[in-house]
């Protein structure tokens, strides 16, 4: 018996070392790895396994300018919509307005807050002037907005209510993908030009000379950054002229935010074979001169922004009502855009090992504001054309 009760004790012993030891630990089942976003067009919201389901047969309303649901942000917003109403049992009903500025926007805004929606999309600077105007003037009516928050005309009082909840990509982060891109690919004379010198179209830029410098670092070179800032400039064959001097110029690759701007850089770009990053959506199927497509996932955001509003009983939660979030690499919300790859020297396997970097946090990417202060490049040299 003494002989039984030792060796009882002994396995006791050596089990409880077992526990203690480093690396040691159950894994979970119910994890779901994650995937870096490619086509943001493709994705469907999947729902985790032990998900109470949705309710469903409410509406969700879109208000958006009425050209801009033919292709672009909104239209991939209106994409997502549909893809969640028709996923989880919802009705999807858009509210448009022409080329009226904030004033119809206001009126496409109250038109889909009477509709009987339980919650309205919108996004954009006169999406975020109307709802400054109309939130709180209908209850029981929700709001997600994109991209800005409600605001007066002259940018003195911003105020959000408790019934919108307002989403901002994180630009520094999708500039450093197309700049670490663009480097690792073979260029290192590269270009910025943005429409005006304002924080959403700055952080594109410092992110994108922040990646740069990464891989220029990496890859042991020395690289050069021209940017522009077109300012309100109505001549868009002076911005084409002007981007043909510099492809001719030893530039090999321009990142285009804003406007018409990735367009007319484009017009440069097939006249004289230099290269075009676009920003903000997919736009590679522009031709082969475009490089590549710095992104937000609007298409995904909108679902999971969607999902979250529903499953929590058709009201911001407390931890959104009335606040501002910003989303980037942690979930997936910005990629570099592509159904397939189309890089040459710069593999997806690297890309992938990138994106995982970024997203925990191994590799950081600063935002700035403004022009004023720059990070730190030592490996990049930039020359403000303004």
């Not at 021209?226 to 043909?244: E, F, P, Q």
């Not at 959104?320 to 919300?333: F, L, M, N, R, V």
Request: net charge negative.
């Amino acid at each position: 018996m003494k002989r039984v009760i030792a060796l009882f004790l002994l396995l006791m012993m050596l089990l409880s070392l077992a526990a203690c030891v480093p690396g040691v630990e159950e894994q979970s089942t119910d994890a779901v790895p994650f995937t870096v976003p490619m086509d943001d067009a493709s994705y469907v919201y999947q729902v985790p396994q032990d998900a109470t389901p949705l309710p469903g047969g409410a509406i969700v309303a879109l208000a958006a300018e009425s050209s801009a649901l033919e292709s672009g942000a909104d239209a991939l917003l209106w994409k997502g919509v549909q893809t969640f109403a028709s996923t989880f049992g919802y009705t999807a009903q858009s509210y448009t307005y022409g080329d009226g500025g904030a004033d119809t926007a206001e009126d496409a805004l109250r038109e889909a807050a009477e509709s009987g929606a339980a919650l309205v999309v919108c996004r954009g600077e006169e999406m975020a002037l109307a709802l400054y105007q109309i939130q709180g003037n209908y209850p029981g009516v929700h709001y997600l907005l994109f991209d800005d928050e409600p605001h007066n005309e002259d940018y003195t009082a911003y105020t959000t209510d408790a019934s919108v909840h307002c989403v901002l990509f994180q630009e520094e982060q999708a500039g450093y993908l197309a700049g670490y891109a663009s480097v690792m690919e073979g260029y290192t004379t590269l270009g910025f030009v943005g429409t005006e010198e304002e924080p959403p179209v700055v952080r594109y830029f410092t992110g994108f000379l922040q990646g740069a410098e990464q891989a220029a670092e990496q890859q042991g070179e020395e690289v050069s950054i021209r940017v522009w800032y077109t300012g309100n400039l109505s001549d868009g064959d002076l911005v084409t002229s002007r981007m043909v001097e510099w492809f001719d110029n030893g530039t090999g690759v321009i990142l285009a935010n804003g406007g018409d701007l990735v367009q007319r850089t484009l017009d440069a770009a097939n006249q004289t074979g230099g290269r075009v990053f676009a920003t903000d959506w997919d736009q590679n199927a522009l031709g082969e001169r475009v490089l590549g497509s710095a992104v937000k996932c609007y298409n995904a955001a909108v679902q999971r922004q969607l999902y979250t509003f529903f499953s929590g009983n058709s009201t911001w939660g407390q931890n959104a009502a009335g606040q501002t979030e910003k989303i980037g690499y942690t979930d997936g919300s910005v990629t570099l855009a592509g159904a397939t790859w189309s890089f040459g020297s710069f593999s997806q396997r690297a890309y992938e090992q990138l994106y995982e970097e970024l997203r925990n946090s191994e590799l950081k990417v600063e935002a700035y504001a403004d022009m004023d202060t720059l990070p730190d490049t030592p490996a990049v040299t930039v020359e403000v054309q303004n």
